[in-house]
C-alpha cells in the first residue's frame, strides 16, 4: 500500500516537474478547440443573407421588408442597389437578391388581376441548397401578403408546436471529441512512450530487483494518470465554457465514469505498444499509426454518420467512437449512464481485451 | 579464507543465448561477511552471473542459494535479503535524492532511516536536488544507497566504479570498506585490477563464461610464482628468444611491448641489458614492478584484461 502511494505521489511529480510536456499535452488540444471553435464554431445552422433593393419604396414594399425581417434566420441587405446585390450574389456573398420594382404597390392595391405582379428573385445555383431555403423563406413572406391583401380565410391550418429542440452548434460536437482525443493521446501515446523508454533506460530493471509487484505499479500508474486525465479534461472544458459558453447538461458522475473507462482502455493499449516497441523511438511512430486513424474516423472532429458506408463497420469498433459519442450524448444532450449501455460495454470490452494482451506482451526489459 | 559460514552457493550456473554460452557452470561459494570480486574483461560472464544472482535472469542450469533461499524457486525471499547497484541504469531524474529514497525504501517491509543514510552516503548536500543535475559519482553513491535502503544482508555491485574519476572511484572505495566493516557481504564485478586488489578479499577470474581462477588477490599473485616484472619495447622489431635471459621464470608479450616475470629482478635486469648492447638493441619504456593481479590474468589467458 505504501508502495502504491509513494510510486502515485512519483508519477506525478514526474508529470508536474515535466512542464514541457505538461503545456504542450494541454496547450493542443486548447488549441485546436479554439481554433475550430472559432472558424466553424456557428457554421452548423444556416444563416441566410437576403439583400432586398426597394425600387419602388412605398408604404407596400415597407411591408414587404418588414415580413421578410421577421424570421430571424434572415440577414438582410437593405442599402445595395440592383448592380452592387447581383455582384455579391455572384460572389458568393449572398445568398438571394430580391427586387421590388417600381409600380409594386399599385400592383398590390389593385388586387386580384388576370396575371399576378412578378416579384424578381435571383438566387446563386451553385448553392442550390441554401437558395432554396431561402426561397421558400421569400414565398412564405409574399404568400403572407397575397393572403392578406385578398382577405383569404383560411379553412385548414397546422398547429405547429414548438418542442425545446437542442440548437446544437459545431462548438457543442467538438469539445466532446477534443476531451475524447485527449485522453487517448495521453494514454496511449503517453504510456507507450513513458513504459519504453523506463524499460530503455533501465529504470524497470531496477525496480525489478526489489520486492516490488508488477500489480502495484502498473495501479500507481493508472491513478496517478486518470488523476492528470481527470484535471486536463476539467481544465478543457473550463476553457470551453468560459470561451464558448459549453456546459455539461447531463451529470458530472456520468462524464467522470467515461473518462475513467477512456483512460484505462488507453492506457491498456499503450501497454500493449509498449510490450510491442523494441525501441522507445519505435513506440512514437507504432502508437501514431494507430491514433491518426482513430483521430478522423473516429467521430472526434467529424460526425461519423458523414463516413463512406465501406468504412462503418470499422468507424462502429473504435474505441474512440464510443468514447467521443458517450460524452458527446452526456454533454450535449444529457443522457445518462443507462442510455450509454452500448458504449460503455463496447469500451469496457476493449479495456478487458487489451489488458489481457498487455499482460502477455509486456516485458520488464 | 578462515572457515567461515557460507552466505551464497553457487551450484553450476548456465547461461546460453542461442549458440552462445554466456555462463558455463560457474561454480563458488561467499563467506559471509566478505567483500568477494567477479574479474573478468568484458563479455566474461560477470554482469550475467550477477544478473542471475539477483534474479533479473533465468538461468539455463543449475541453481544457486542466496542468503539461504534456493533463486529459482524463493526469489521473493531471496529479493528481499538484497541489495542491488545495476550497470547502466538510470534513475527517475526528476524526483530529488530524498524523493526516490523514499520511493524505493516503500517498496520493501521495512526500510532504514533515509536521513542517516543519505547522511552515510555523503549525499547530505544533494538532499533535496533532482538526479538530473548529480554528477557521475553522486549518481552511483545513491544507487549504492538505493541498493542499500532496505538494510539488506549482501549487496550485489555490477561495476560501481566503471566511468568515475579517480577522487570519486576512492571515495566509493571507502564506502564499500564500511559496508564490509559492518558485517555486509559485499559481491562485485570489475575489470580494474587495482580496484579488486584493493577492495576484495577473494577473487573469481572470468573469462568467456567460465571461471578459471578463486582465490585471495595475495595467493593469485604468489602463484605466478615469480614476484617482479620487467616491461619495455624494443624500438626495432626484433624476434629473438626472451626465455633464454637469466632468471626468467615467463615471457608476456603483447604486440611490441614484453613482459619478463623473474624472481631474481637484479640477474634479469641485468643480463637484458648487456643482451640489448651486444645487439645493438635499443630499449624503450622500461620498466619494473612487482607482478600484479594484471599479470595473473595474462598469465591464465594469454590476454589482458582490457584490450586496447
Known amino acids: 500500500m505504501r508502495a502504491y502511494y509513494q510510486l502515485t505521489l512519483a508519477q506525478l511529480r514526474i508529470f508536474l516537474r515535466n512542464r514541457q510536456v505538461l503545456f504542450w499535452t494541454l496547450a493542443f488540444p486548447i488549441f485546436l478547440m479554439i481554433m475550430l471553435g472559432a472558424f466553424l464554431g456557428n457554421g452548423n445552422g444556416i444563416s441566410l443573407s437576403v439583400a432586398i433593393v426597394d425600387e419602388d419604396k412605398s408604404e407596400q414594399s415597407k411591408e414587404l421588408v418588414k415580413e421578410l425581417l421577421k424570421n430571424e434566420a434572415i440577414s438582410l441587405e437593405k442599402d445595395l442597389n440592383e448592380k452592387e446585390a447581383l455582384k455579391h450574389l455572384k460572389k458568393g456573398d449572398m445568398s438571394l437578391v430580391v427586387i421590388i420594382p417600381k409600380g409594386y404597390e399599385s400592383s398590390v392595391v389593385n388586387g386580384v388581376q388576370a396575371n399576378p405582379f412578378k416579384l424578381p428573385v435571383y438566387y446563386n445555383e451553385t448553392n442550390l441548397a441554401v437558395s432554396q431555403v431561402g426561397l421558400q423563406l421569400v414565398n412564405n413572406a409574399v404568400d403572407t401578403i397575397s393572403k392578406k391583401q385578398v382577405d383569404y380565410k383560411p379553412v385548414v391550418v397546422t398547429d405547429s408546436k414548438g418542442v425545446d429542440a437542442l440548437n446544437l452548434r459545431y462548438i457543442d460536437f467538438l469539445v466532446p471529441g477534443i476531451v475524447a482525443m485527449m485522453i487517448m493521446s495521453n494514454n496511449m501515446n503517453g504510456v507507450a512512450g513513458q513504459i519504453s523508454s523506463w524499460r530503455e533506460r533501465g529504470i524497470l530493471r531496477r525496480m525489478q530487483g526489489t520486492t516490488l509487484k508488477a500489480s502495484t505499479f502498473i495501479a500507481a500508474q493508472i491513478t496517478a494518470r486518470f488523476m492528470l ?60 499509426f494507430l491514433s491518426f486513424p482513430m483521430l478522423f474516423l473516429g467521430g472526434v472532429f467529424f460526425p461519423i454518420k458523414d463516413m463512406p458506408e465501406f468504412l462503418q463497420p470499422i468507424v462502429q469498433i473504435l474505441p474512440i467512437a464510443h468514447l467521443s459519442h458517450a460524452l458527446r450524448e452526456t454533454m450535449n444532450v444529457g443522457a445518462s449512464i443507462l442510455d450509454l449501455g452500448l458504449e460503455a460495454i463496447i469500451l469496457g470490452g476493449w479495456l478487458i481485451g487489451a489488458f489481457i494482451v498487455a499482460s502477455f506482451t509486456f516485458k520488464w526489459e | 579464507m578462515e572457515s567461515q559460514q557460507e552466505i551464497i552457493s553457487v551450484e553450476g550456473l548456465v547461461k546460453r543465448y542461442g549458440d552462445f554460452t554466456a555462463v558455463d557452470g560457474s561454480e563458488f561459494k561467499v563467506h559471509k561477511g566478505e567483500v568477494f570480486g567477479l574479474l573478468g574483461p568484458n563479455g566474461a560472464g560477470k554482469t550475467t552471473t550477477l544478473e542471475m544472482l539477483v534474479g ?78 548529480m554528477s557521475g559519482g553522486q549518481k552511483q553513491r545513491l544507487a549504492i544507497a538505493l541498493a542499500l535502503v532496505h538494510d539488506p544482508q549482501i549487496i550485489f555491485l555490477d561495476e560501481p566504479t566503471t566511468g568515475l574519476d579517480p577522487q570519486a572511484r576512492r571515495t566509493l572505495w571507502d564506502i564499500i570498506l564500511r559496508l564490509k566493516e559492518r558485517g555486509k557481504t559485499v559481491v562485485l564485478t570489475t575489470h580494474y585490477m587495482d580496484e579488486a586488489h584493493v577492495l576484495c578479499d577473494r577473487i573469481a577470474i572470468m573469462d568467456q563464461g567460465k571461471l578459471i581462477a ?95
Open chain 1, 229 to 288: 486525465n481527470g484535471l486536463q479534461a476539467m481544465i478543457v472544458l473550463g476553457v470551453a465554457w468560459l470561451v464558448f459558453g459549453i456546459e455539461v447538461r447531463g451529470s458530472w458522475l456520468t462524464v467522470i465514469s467515461f473518462v475513467t473507462l477512456g483512460t484505462l482502455a488507453f492506457m491498456a493499449i499503450g501497454f500493449i505498444i509498449a510490450g510491442i516497441a523494441k525501441t522507445p523511438e519505435s513506440a512514437g511512430p507504432i502508437a501514431g
Open chain 2, 56 to 133: 533479473l535472469r533465468k538461468p539455463d542450469e543449475g541453481t544457486a542459494i542466496v542468503g539461504g533461499f534456493d533463486i529459482m524457486r524463493e526469489l521473493d525471499k531471496v529479493k528481499e535479503v538484497i541489495g542491488v547497484q545495476l550497470q547502466s541504469t538510470t534513475l527517475f531524474e526528476l524526483l530529488t535524492v530524498d524523493e526516490i529514497l523514499h520511493l524505493y525504501g516503500s517498496f520493501y517491509r521495512e526500510h532504514i532511516s533515509i536521513p542517516d543514510l543519505i547522511e552515510d552516503m555523503l549525499l547530505s548536500e544533494k538532499k533535496n536536488s533532482r538526479i538530473k543535475g
Open chain 2, 214 to 308: 578463486l582465490d585471495t588477490p595475495g595467493e593469485l599473485v604468489r602463484n605466478l610464482q615469480s614476484d617482479s616484472a620487467v616491461e619495455f619495447r624494443f624500438k626495432d622489431n626484433v624476434d629473438m628468444d626472451l626465455s633464454k635471459i637469466e632468471g626468467v621464470k615467463q615471457v608476456g608479450s603483447q604486440k611490441d611491448v614484453h613482459v619478463l616475470y623473474t624472481d631474481n629482478l637484479q640477474k634479469t635486469l641485468t643480463s637484458l641489458i648487456s643482451l640489448a648492447s651486444e645487439k645493438e638493441l635499443k630499449l624503450v619504456d622500461l620498466q619494473t614492478r612487482t607482478a600484479t593481479l594484471e599479470d595473473v590474468f595474462i598469465h591464465m589467458t594469454g590476454r589482458r584484461l582490457r584490450e586496447g
